[in-house]
């Protein structure tokens, strides 16, 4: 299943709702071009909600990385909801768990923006 | 592909869907052999880091040269081989992607991951470009040389 995302407006944080994989290739291109279109449209606060993300490799990994140093070098913020005990697995043993901001539930997430 | 047999070979392009298609076969044999859920992930997590090291920074995508992967069944292990016909690596090379000034790093992490994955990954120059080579015990009822079920 390739990937598929959609974003909505939430009390001023959009919210990506990814599906599928994030792996190298369409997965991590659709990921990167999303991001890109978000900042370029002026929207800073960012979380991806990868509930239904079932798997992401390396390059994806790579990809999340990219997201979140582009959107803080751009002076936003961006931050990951809902991983799969999978992805949540693969942050923890990358050690990236230490660098996002990893939340479980919607509302704290929009909340947690200043 | 069934894994009744002791040895599997591929001979497949350097490209994009060969990574795809390297991650599908290992998810079969992982599973013909009776793996847990967590180990065919990880073994098929591992094949996928391999092939893409070998499409993209081995053979580069050039059309005229080819991966083999190849699939071996023996008593108590899964031998997963990845050869490309590239320029090689140079392990020394590869910066640790859990140093604090790595982690923000875009790239460097297949290498780790299959060594997380995986019980033994060694890695050494061909005289025609580089070989991977990826063990995973076998643990449970298919261990010792039985064969899985179909």
Redo the contacts between chains.
């Keep these: 299943m390739s990937m598929k995302v959609g974003s909505r407006q939430v009390d001023g944080v959009v919210i990506v709702d990814c599906s599928g994989r994030i792996?190298?290739?369409e997965g991590s291109v659709i990921l990167r071009d999303t991001v890109r279109d978000l900042l370029s449209k002026g929207n800073k606060k960012i979380v991806l909600n990868l509930q239904d993300v079932n798997y992401i490799?390396?390059?994806g990994?790579?990809?999340l990385?990219?997201a979140?140093?582009t959107t803080k070098n751009q002076g936003g913020e961006l931050k990951l909801l809902n991983l799969t005990k999978?992805v949540n697995d693969?942050l923890q043993?990358?050690?990236?768990y230490?660098?996002f901001d990893v939340k479980d539930d919607e509302a704290s997430a929009v909340k947690s923006f200043k | 592909m069934a894994m009744t047999e002791q040895r599997v070979s591929y001979t497949l392009d350097s490209s994009?869907e060969t990574?795809d298609n390297a991650e599908e076969k290992a998810t079969r044999v992982a599973t013909e052999l009776g793996f847990p859920d967590d180990e065919i992930?990880q073994i098929s997590?591992a094949v996928?880091?391999g092939a893409?090291n070998a499409v993209?920074h081995g053979n580069a995508y050039a059309p005229d040269k080819k991966v083999t992967l190849v699939f071996e069944r023996s008593a108590d292990d899964l031998i997963i081989t990845i050869r490309d016909q590239g320029r090689g690596m140079d392990l020394s090379k590869i910066p640790n992607?859990?140093a604090p000034e790595n982690?923000?790093?875009?790239?460097g992490?297949?290498i780790?991951?299959m060594r997380?994955f995986m019980d033994v990954v060694e890695i050494r120059p061909t005289d025609s470009g580089t070989e991977l080579k990826l063990i995973k015990h076998v643990h449970g009822p298919t261990a010792g040389g039985k064969e899985a079920s179909q």
Excluded at chain 1, 93 to 96: G, M, R, S, V, W
Excluded at chain 2, 103 to 107: D, F, P, Y
């Design positions: 792996t190298l290739g490799d390396s390059s990994i790579g990809e990385v990219s979140f140093t999978k693969l043993i990358t050690k990236l230490t660098v | 994009l990574i992930m997590m996928r880091e893409v993209l992607p859990l982690l923000l790093k875009t790239s992490r297949g780790f991951l997380s």
